[in-house]
């Protein structure tokens, strides 16, 4: 029968102690489930323990000095989740990486964390690790691996022994380092402690209150520290099941068939989901139905059971903002999307939109045990045992945003009476017209993203005499008759410029057919736009087309 609980203890309570729990008092129950070739492979706690087991004692055969770093490069799969604990029972520190990183990125990442080895599974782009690698790392090439590796976690898995020793790692030893996506210059190692994961996890389990009925699906990056914590982490530390996607093109199919209680997705997949729902009900007609209540809870619940969220009790929202109309939309449908707000720095812990209806454009309430306040520029300010221990072999950089124990985010916000917080942008993000205003590009962003058209927008002005937003087109926006999209477009920034002041009006808007990608640096491996880089790749092109009179400018 399968355990509905796990016993939790604090800072003290890590990783490889749930591990050991669940391998001796729950050995035959379920954990993981991957898919191959259409048909899934379940790996019992015994199973996955035995495994991360033998993985272990591979790694200590290579008599790698202790605490050494090694990396994880792969699609999310139950063979992630074996290599990370196999590390951390190995008394190494994980360093993941995010499948879709460039090749430049990745070659700074493993010279900078001096990476001895790297397990390498399925990749999109499985050469830009093979142009990163130097000589002193090695591979250990999982399932669905296109490269010529080192070494082959299947032969390992089959030829080794399992390591007999349960070690213990202490609350200040680092089991991690989360390099981040690199917004700005090269990415920063985040080092954090088994005492942070401790404190984290133990806590988000009884918020989220998961245990062992709970089933995920995890597809997002397990290199995101979203993912890691409430997917991977938090599942170790309640028991819950984890299923995985087996590929892009199976994703709604894995959805459905797993049909998880907890779903945790990114602004610009709920904006997908919204976007293929209208495209079979068309919004004028979704609309109407929605008014009436018993067909509006009829078609609620045939869409909810079609995108496989029907059995969802949380499903949350992060990594970037996420439009107030679009958490509105799906509110209409009987889904009410909880924002949270966290970032690498503090393992995701920060805030959460908890209780009873979330409220709308607030990404929630303080975490138990995580403290807030704001400097004079109003910047957020974290304080709590999550907090990292500071970026690897980064003193200066790590001076700049750790004050006193408190982590400066780099967000501007504020608090309501009952303790809300609302985001208003970044401080890096804010620019300053010619006519000497700042503007701050976020809240504005958002409320034109929504539009099924729009793939992905940027609103950017530094000197201009007013801002202009440049806007990546979606495969619908693409489809829609040029002339209709721009009279559409003019009317809906018409509208938001009225709600403006005069300094942050839109002057014109300039449309893309070009598809903003990490393959030309564009975006971010979690699809966070470059700002800086939007604003130089752009610059010549906004100039040149400077005198047109239209408000909507195509490339």
């Known amino acids: 029968m399968a355990a509905k609980s796990a016993p939790l203890s604090g800072l003290t309570t890590t990783p490889l102690d749930m591990l050991y729990y669940w391998e001796q008092n729950h050995p035959e129950q379920i954990y993981l489930r991957q898919p191959v070739n259409r048909k899934w492979k379940d790996y019992t706690w015994k199973t996955f323990a035995k495994q991360v087991r033998i993985v272990t004692g591979w790694i200590k055969s290579r008599h790698l ?93 089959t030829t080794g022994t399992p390591y007999k020793d349960s070690p213990r790692p202490g609350p200040e030893q680092v089991f991690t380092l989360m390099y981040t996506s690199g917004t700005t210059g090269n990415p920063k190692g985040v080092m954090h402690t088994y005492g942070g994961v401790a404190f984290v996890c133990s806590r988000v389990v009884k918020v989220f209150n998961v245990d062992s009925r709970d089933r995920y699906l995890s597809y997002l990056p397990l290199s995101h520290a979203a993912e890691r914590v409430i997917v991977e982490m938090a599942s170790i530390y309640s028991g819950a ?49 929605l008014r009436i209540p018993v067909l509006s809870q009829l078609l609620s619940k045939q869409i909810l059971k079609g995108l496989g969220l029907d059995k969802a009790r949380i499903c949350l929202s992060g990594a970037a903002s996420i439009p107030k109309d679009l958490l509105q939309w799906f509110s209409r449908l009987g889904l009410d999307i909880r924002e949270g707000y966290g970032m690498t720095e503090n393992l995701a812990y920060g805030t959460f939109s908890q209780g009873g209806k979330p409220l709308f454009g607030s990404v929630g309430t303080t975490m138990p045990g995580c403290e807030i306040k704001f400097n004079e520029q109003g910047e957020v300010m974290f304080r709590s045992p999550a907090v990292m ?83 990546s087109l979606s495969d619908s926006g693409q489809l829609l008759e040029k002339g209709l999209l721009q009279q559409e477009l003019e009317t809906e920034v018409e509208q938001v410029n009225d709600n403006l002041m005069p300094h942050e009006r839109i002057g014109k808007v300039y449309i893309t057919r070009e598809q903003w990608t990490v393959d030309n640096g564009l975006v971010t491996p979690t699809m966070k736009i470059k700002r800086h880089q939007l604003e130089q790749h752009y610059k010549g092109w906004i100039e040149s087309r400077a005198i047109v009179q239209e408000m909507v400018v195509w490339d």
């Open 389 to 471: 221990r500071g970026y690897y072999r980064e003193p200066e950089k790590t001076s700049e945003v750790l004050k006193d124990g408190w982590y400066c985010t780099g967000d501007v916000g504020h608090i309501d009476d009952d303790g809300s917080l609302f985001l208003t942008g970044r401080i890096k993000d804010h620019f300053k017209t010619s006519k000497g205003k700042f503007v701050a590009p976020v809240p504005i962003e958002d409320r034109l993203s929504t539009h099924n058209a729009i793939e992905q927008l940027c609103l950017m002005g530094q000197d201009m005499i007013s801002p202009v937003l440049v806007v």
């Open 65 to 157: 000095p202790a605490g050494s770093r090694i990396g994880i490069q792969a699609k999310n799969c139950a063979e992630w989740l074996i290599a990370d604990m196999a590390i951390m029972m190995s008394g190494h520190i994980s360093v993941p990486l995010y499948p879709g990183q460039s090749p430049d990125d990745l070659r700074y990442i493993i010279e900078h964390g001096d990476i001895k080895l790297i397990f390498a599974g399925r990749l999109d782009q499985p050469e830009w690790l093979q142009q990163a690698l130097i000589e002193t790392c090695h591979t250990i090439g999982m399932s669905g691996c296109a490269l010529e590796t080192d070494f082959s976690l299947d032969e390992i898995l």
């Open 241 to 289: 099941r984890v299923h995985f996607a087996e590929n892009i093109d199976t994703f709604l199919d894995d959805l459905k068939n797993t049909r998880p209680t907890l779903f945790f997705s990114v602004p610009r997949l709920w904006q997908k989901f919204k976007m293929g729902i209208e495209e079979k009900i068309p919004p004028k007609r979704l609309r109407m139905i």
